[in-house]
């Protein structure tokens, strides 16, 4: 399944698909990516970051996607499982040499719903 | 083992209350924020320090004053409480290195203003 951020908050995915949360970001001098997951009571967890030199980057079932040209970030997440049930949020920084390094801007967040 | 932990969990207390979040990171790192998020599960940044020094503050409210006693500590304090300060405060730690600035959080504190 898709999702497209602010539009589509909440993705449902059946259990050992492939999901897909898309995250247009707003800085075009954004230079470094995150993507953080949140469980229901707890903090945002890393899963996964890409600079902006890069375009894709692959983690443990998680690949990172980055087209700068048109500003959109993705991750994807193979065979997902009932534990990926979460909060996924994209989050941008500036290049080190600007102000907005250190300062995470955060998405809106897209729920995932995995269902058996 | 936490990495990054965070006192009280949940804060429930009056308007006009001044009241104090705790943080602590074993990590080493050299950077802490506080980030507060939204009913609308928003999260955005209000402080940063770096080896005890304030280098991050996005227009907050004075009546919140972060205190870095060592690097491994920021706490948040906060005088006469108001309604709309009700969140969830997230505390977050790093190491800048050239690969990036990978931020962990720890597990938030939840304050309620009545």
């Known amino acids: 399944g898709e999702s497209v951020g602010l539009h589509l908050p909440t993705l449902s995915v059946q259990e050992g698909d492939n999901s897909i949360i898309n995250c247009a970001y707003s800085?075009?001098?954004?230079?470094?990516f995150i993507w953080y997951k949140q469980e229901s009571g707890k903090g945002p967890q890393f899963i996964i970051d890409?600079?902006?030199?890069?375009d894709k980057r692959q983690g443990q079932r998680v690949t990172v996607l980055l087209n700068k040209t048109v500003k959109h970030l993705s991750l994807q997440i193979a065979a997902t499982q009932p534990g990926d049930s979460a909060v996924y949020f994209c989050?941008?920084?500036?290049?080190?040499?600007?102000?907005?390094?250190?300062?995470?801007?955060f998405g809106a967040g897209t729920q995932v719903v995995v269902t058996p | 083992d936490t990495a990054v932990s965070q006192t009280p969990k949940y804060l429930v207390t009056q308007m006009g209350n001044d009241k104090s979040i705790k943080c602590e990171q074993n990590?080493?790192?050299?950077?802490m924020y506080w980030y507060k998020q939204d009913s609308k599960k928003f999260l955005k940044i209000m402080f940063s320090?770096?080896?005890?020094?304030?280098?991050i503050n996005e227009t907050v409210p004075n009546r919140f004053s972060p205190k870095s006693p060592d690097k491994a500590h920021l706490n948040l304090h906060i005088n006469s409480l108001e309604l709309g300060d009700s969140a969830v405060y997230f505390c977050?730690?790093?190491?800048?290195?050239?690969?990036?600035?990978?931020?962990?959080f720890g597990p938030g504190t939840r304050l309620t203003v009545l």
């Open positions: 977050a730690s790093s190491q800048v290195t050239q690969g990036g600035d990978t931020q962990y």
């Open positions: 800085n075009s001098a954004s230079d470094y």
């Open positions: 989050a941008e920084m500036g290049a080190m040499t600007t102000d907005s390094w250190g300062k995470l801007q």
């Open positions: 890409i600079r902006s030199n890069m």
């Open positions: 990590l080493g790192h050299d950077t």
């Open positions: 320090y770096n080896n005890k020094e304030l280098i």
